[in-house]
């Protein structure tokens, strides 16, 4: 019973789209703050984006305008759709919630070639 499985990575060029996916565990996106978050290699995992229980959204400045956090309540799915990525967006992309994380798991690597 793997809490969070994150899913979709894979190599893209500059200015094309992603989109990941997080498959929860039970109910947990009905009582639980969401987050997408990041870290490249040599740097601090850092917060992209993240969805409230009741559906409001957040993006850090870095990423706004282009990615969508999302989820899907009845089916335990929280996504994150990047367009116009970036070289900078590389990284390995974890979801977690907010607060109360669970254990980090593998994430999903996602790398923006030039």
């Known amino acids: 019973q793997v809490p969070l499985v994150e899913s979709g990575g894979g190599l893209v060029q500059a200015g094309g789209s992603l989109t990941l996916s997080c498959a929860a565990t039970?109910?947990?996106?009905?009582?639980?703050?969401m987050g997408w978050y990041r870290q490249a290699p040599g740097k601090l995992r850092e917060l992209v984006a993240s969805i409230t229980s009741g559906g409001r959204t957040n993006y850090a400045d870095s990423v706004q305008g282009r990615f969508t956090i999302s989820k899907n309540n009845a089916k335990n799915m929280v996504y994150l759709q990047m367009n116009s990525l970036k070289p900078e967006d590389t990284a390995v992309y974890y979801c977690?919630?907010?607060?109360?994380?669970?254990?980090w798991g593998q994430g999903t690597l996602v790398t923006v070639s030039s």
């Open positions: 039970g109910s947990i996106l009905y009582w639980n703050d």
């Open positions: 977690n919630q907010v607060f109360s994380k669970f254990p």
